[in-house]
């Protein structure tokens, strides 16, 4: 491992320690600029990390699925049918 290679890692554990310390804080991160083409696997992963850390330090409540009963479905089938027949009308004219 080359100096270089070092001095790299070292600079994304900083940038990683900086965006915890931020999320902490209650801080938003200062945005980081995208840059064209494929982003490197390291930049991938700290962004991984940091919205598992994210998810993980606020648990958010789910809202329930809504389910649509077979009425209902057969309800908003018809004033579709209908707005389209009203369409082709106006269209007709």
């Known amino acids: 491992m080359g100096v ?3 001095l ?3 600079d994304n ?3 990683k320690l900086q965006q915890a310390r931020a999320l902490l804080s209650g801080l938003a991160a200062p945005a ?3 840059k064209a083409g494929r982003p490197k696997k390291v930049a991938a992963a700290s962004k ?3 919205a598992v850390a ?5 648990p958010t409540k789910r809202k329930k699925k809504r389910h649509l009963s077979p009425e209902g479905r ?3 089938a018809e004033a579709v049918k209908k707005r389209w027949a009203a369409q082709k ?3 007709g004219k």
């Open 4 to 6: 270089s290679e070092i």
């Open 8 to 10: 790299a890692t070292i």
């Open 13 to 15: 554990e900083i940038a």
């Open 32 to 34: 980081a600029k995208k």
């Open 48 to 50: 991984k990390a940091a």
């Open 54 to 58: 994210h998810v993980s330090a606020k």
């Open 74 to 76: 057969k309800r908003i």
């Open 89 to 91: 009308a106006a269209a």
